[in-house]
């Protein structure tokens, strides 16, 4: 599930640095993430992954384990939404700008 949600996020990584997506300081935020490969954003998976664990995103209605490999039950929409939620909650107090 972890390598799911990595996979999930790393096809988000262009769409969050892109201001006509998202807002502009939470564009500017997740570019502090750096690339794909940059332990930032390593860290930024983890946050994912955490928050998605938190809210209860890894369980089905039947308690089975969601894996997150099939996407069409909207698993990269919640992806997305953890992503956004941490940007704008704890990564754009540190933009600053010129």
Same mark, same amino acid.
């Given at each position: 599930?972890?390598r799911?949600? %990595?996979?999930? +996020?790393?096809?988000?990584h262009?769409s969050l !640095?892109?201001?006509?997506?998202?807002d /502009?300081e939470?564009?500017?935020?997740?570019?502090?993430l750096?690339? /794909?490969t940059?332990?930032?954003w390593?860290?930024?998976?983890?946050?994912?992954?955490?928050? +998605?664990h938190m809210? %209860?995103a890894f369980y089905?209605?039947?308690g089975?384990?969601?894996?997150?490999?099939?996407?069409? %039950?909207g !698993?990269?929409?919640?992806?997305?939404?953890a992503?956004l939620?941490?940007?704008?909650?704890?990564h754009s +107090?540190?933009?600053?700008y010129p």
């Open positions: 599930m972890v799911h949600v %990595g996979y999930i +996020l790393n096809d988000c262009t !640095n892109n201001v006509n997506i998202i /502009k939470a564009a500017a935020a997740a570019k502090t750096g690339s /794909k940059s332990l930032k390593q860290f930024f998976t983890i946050q994912v992954i955490e928050h +998605l809210k %209860g089905n209605e039947d089975t384990i969601d894996t997150f490999e099939d996407t069409a %039950g !698993n990269d929409e919640r992806v997305w939404a992503a939620t941490i940007i704008e909650t704890e +107090l540190t933009v600053t």
